[in-house]
Structure formats: C-alpha cells, structure tokens
C-alpha cells in the first residue's frame, strides 16, 4: 500500500439497523463468537503495510430508531478507512461529491460523511492511535 494522502485504504466497518439490538447481539455473541464491546464488534488487525500498527474492524448493530445514517433512508451505512482525510474530503467535493456536516475529531478518529449517487450514508474514518480498549 502506498503512503499516498487523500485515499481509501479499506473498509472499516459496517453497521445496519435491526429490530432487536439485544437479541442480535447476543445471537452473534453465543453462536458467532463475536467480541462485543458495548458500541459493537472490533475485529483487530495488523496493517498490511505498517505491521507494528492496528487496526480494526467494526461490525456495529443500531436500534431501528436511530437516526445516525441520515440523511439516508437505508438501513446501513458502510464506513471507509482512509488516509488523509481532509485532502480526500476536498477532492470529493471537487468532484462534485455531497459532505454532510464537516469533519469531527476524536481520540480514535477523524470521520466525515459523504452521500453516494443512490443515497447511501458512507462514513470516512482516519484511524488516530491504537484501537480502542472496550470493557463489555
């Protein structure tokens, strides 16, 4: 993988609405194995170029009502790691690509939202640090 800015560099999760968040949660818990930390599952990797850094995966159940994927109208949103995020976003828009709201950071993370032609909610995610520690 190159050290290019501004460049997707794989997906970091994925997360849907269901009717039961506790009841599919714990389906995935007991039959699947899934580690689930509170917010979802965190799947750790190692970074193909840089295999002293982690990374991770996200699989992420939200209630039904939440409103976290709007303006979309789907039941799920994908989220896309990347690498220079700011240099990605202003590129996008160039293009002629839709932002909603502006970039926001965390200790884990820079995010920002983008619209695809059909409407679907795509989170950019740039990875900050290690991945988070999550008690169950």
Known sequence: MSDAEGVITGVGGIFFKCRDREKLVSWYQDKLGFP???????????????????????????KRESEYFRPSGKEFMINLRVRGIEKLV?????????????????????????????????????????????DE
């Open 36 to 62: 689930f930390d509170g917010a979802g599952a965190s799947f750790v990797f190692r970074e193909d170029d840089d295999p002293e850094k982690l990374g991770y995966f996200v699989w992420g159940p939200f």
């Open 90 to 134: 202003e590129r996008l828009k160039k293009m002629g690509v839709e932002q909603i709201g502006e970039i926001e950071e965390f200790e884990y993370g820079k995010f920002a939202w983008i619209m695809d032609p059909e409407g679907t909610k795509i989170e950019l995610w740039e990875q900050l640090g290690e991945p988070p520690i999550m």
